[in-house]
């Protein structure tokens, strides 16, 4: 069983940087990969970046690339998403989720695809 927790979300103003965390809960969690994701009201949930936990390899939206990066520390079990230049459309739930299967279909983009999920963390930003 895996249990996800992030934190770091606020209210920030537009341009201001943020980085989230996720913490694992979880001995073994060599095996999964980490994945972010947010949901803004009214809209679906939307892939932002993902990172396999043991290579490290990261694939991220286009949307986001270039300004969003996914990292995480191995010795504390946690994975980040540190943001820049944050925009008002930036506004939204972000959650952690973790896919214990990516070695058999490849980092997947659709939420389905996650076994695990934290309870999120709201963003605001600001104009």
């Known amino acids: 069983q895996v249990q996800l927790g992030e934190s770091g979300g606020g209210s920030v103003q537009a341009g201001d940087s943020l980085r989230l965390s996720c913490a694992a809960s979880?001995?073994?969690?060599?095996?999964?990969?980490m994945a972010w994701f947010r949901q803004a009201p009214g809209k679906e949930r939307e892939f932002l970046a993902a990172?396999?936990?043991?290579?490290?390899?990261?694939v991220y939206a286009d949307s986001v690339k270039g300004r969003f990066t996914i990292s995480r520390d191995i010795t504390k079990s946690t994975g980040y998403l540190q943001m820049y230049g944050l925009k008002p459309e930036d506004t939204a739930v972000y959650s952690c989720?973790?896919?214990?299967?990516?070695?058999?279909?490849?980092?997947?983009?659709?939420?389905?695809?996650?076994?695990?999920w934290g309870q999120g963390t709201q963003v605001t930003v600001s104009s």
């Open positions: 989720a973790a896919d214990v299967d990516w070695r058999t279909h490849g980092i997947q983009f659709e939420p389905e695809a996650y076994e695990y």
């Open positions: 979880y001995h073994s969690f060599s095996n999964n990969a």
């Open positions: 990172i396999t936990w043991s290579g490290g390899l990261t």
